[in-house]
């Protein structure tokens, strides 16, 4: 695909989609997502059902009502980042974004390592492409999501679903979306935020060549063992990881307690999701509910998720 720099292509300024009338609402629905699963740093992401869901309609003036207790902190008018994410999507095609009310409701924890941001900005992107008629490309939205959010894994399984491959050099960006991986997916959340720049804080400016060498050969048999469901190898690889967990162990000090009691449990590989302090355990297909059940029982003050990989995506309509 084309990178950031050439889709957005110039046009006439207005307001309003063709065909789009006053009064209409759109509803938007993004999952949540986990990234990196060990080795896949910025790189390996998969979409969960958990969603933000968006309601929106054209106002007078910008104002956004929470729906769910964890936002009612953020700003409730054009200062909000979903508003911030539309209005600058339009002035990439040189449009004027309308002014919405906005209703937001969010099953996704905030500061956990599922993608909360991501999923903002892709509802964002996806405001701003409805009400000013852009007809963007999921590609085109991904490309823009990229730019805002900075790597393409979240936003690229919260905008296609499954679990996807992203990557971007330079201003390229490209995402493979793995059909044929299957696994079930547990969810260990602490009631504790950690923000991603604390967590990325930690991170070492450069790495060993020898090491790096050594951590993408790790992720690459990652994706090989999830593709051949060769459980143990995929397991072994998500422990192997060399380029984040190492440094981001310490701020979750309850993860080595998880990964005995998760693999204990049945689960065939445990790693941090995203930026952590969220843990994301992985058992094979028709297994989940049964760690999950397991873990419920081990895990104190930990809230246990048994889920489902998200297949759709984002997905968007008027009534």
């Known amino acids: 695909m084309k990178g950031v720099g050439e889709p957005f292509a110039a046009g006439s300024e207005k307001r309003l989609a063709a065909g789009i009338a006053r009064g209409q609402v759109l509803t938007i629905k993004v999952p949540a997502s986990s990234a990196n ?13 958990l969603y933000m869901e968006v309601q929106a309609e054209q106002s007078d003036k910008w104002k956004v009502t929470p729906l769910s207790d964890s936002l009612t902190s953020f700003p409730d008018d054009e200062k909000n980042f979903i508003c911030q994410i539309a209005v600058k999507t339009a002035e990439m095609y040189k449009q004027v974004m309308p002014s919405l009310h906005i209703t937001v409701k969010s099953e996704i924890p905030l500061a956990r390592g599922l993608g909360s941001s991501a999923a903002a900005i892709v509802a964002g992107v996806e405001l701003a492409n409805e009400f000013c008629g852009l007809q963007m490309t999921r590609y085109k939205k991904l490309a823009a999501a990229t730019m805002f959010e900075g790597h393409p894994d979240n936003a690229g399984a919260s905008l296609f679903g499954g679990v996807v491959v992203g990557s971007q050099i330079g201003n390229e960006v490209d995402l493979t979306v793995l059909d044929q991986i299957h696994f079930d997916p547990i969810l260990i959340v602490p009631n504790k935020e950690l923000l991603t720049e604390t967590s990325r804080d930690v991170l070492p400016a ?34 192997a990881d060399l380029f984040h967990q190492p440094y981001r162990k ?34 094979e297909p028709g297994k989940g509910e049964s760690v999950a059940e397991k873990l419920r029982q081990h895990l104190i003050g930990l809230e246990v998720f048994s889920l489902q990989i998200d297949t759709e995506g984002c997905r968007s309509s008027f009534r």
Do not use: H, Y
């Not at 992720?219 to 063992?225: P, T």
């Open 37 to 49: 699963l060990g080795p896949g740093f910025d790189s390996l992401g998969v979409a969960l059902n």
């Open 206 to 239: 450069v790495v060993d060549f020898q090491r790096s060498v050594q951590a993408s050969a790790v992720a690459n048999q990652l994706l090989a063992a999830l593709m051949t469901q060769n459980w143990p190898l995929a397991g072994k690889m998500m422990a």
């Open 250 to 283: 310490a701020l979750v000090p309850f993860f080595e307690n998880v990964e005995e009691k998760a693999i204990l449990s049945g689960a065939f590989g445990v790693a941090l999701s995203g930026a952590g302090p969220s843990i994301m355990c992985l058992a």
